[in-house]
Nanobody
Framework: QVQLVESGGGLVQAGDSLRLSCAAS????????MAWFRQAPGKEREFVAA???????YYANSVKDRFPISRDHAKNTAYLQMNSLKRADTAVYYC?????????????????WGQGTQVPVSS
């Protein structure tokens, strides 16, 4: 089991940038894919971005070119840099991790979840 602690959320205005961090407590961080999901009020949880152990990245079409994902193996931390935020990006953002991830973007593919951090975007 991997403990994940997110930070960096908060109220922002449309057009602003924000960086989310996710610290993972595991000795096998390099073997885990890290990803972000989000859930907006009244909507289902959706995939945002992922970065494999190899640093290959995957993005939802809605955030591609705006939300680069990265990881720092020395710090056991993953990041989601959110640029040009829109009101539609308002959600609770969850950091997730999975060892030997198969590349599927379903939330069911990830067994380790953070507590979530809120990102409200105002107009």
């Amino acid at each position: 089991q991997v403990q994940l602690v997110e930070s960096g959320g908060g109220l922002v205005q449309a057009g602003d940038s924000l960086r989310l961090s996710c610290a993972a407590s595991t000795r096998t961080f390099s073997e885990h894919a890290m990803a972000w999901f989000r859930q907006a009020p009244g909507k289902e949880r959706e995939f945002v971005a992922a970065i494999a152990w190899s640093s290959t990245t995957y993005y939802a079409n809605s955030v591609k070119d705006r939300f680069p994902i990265s990881r720092d193996h020395a710090k056991n931390t993953a990041y989601l840099q959110m640029n040009s935020l829109k009101r539609a990006d308002t959600a609770v953002y969850y950091c997730v991790a999975e060892r030997y991830w198969r590349g599927r973007r379903s939330h069911a593919e990830f067994s380790n979840w953070g507590q979530g951090t809120q990102v409200p975007v105002s107009s």
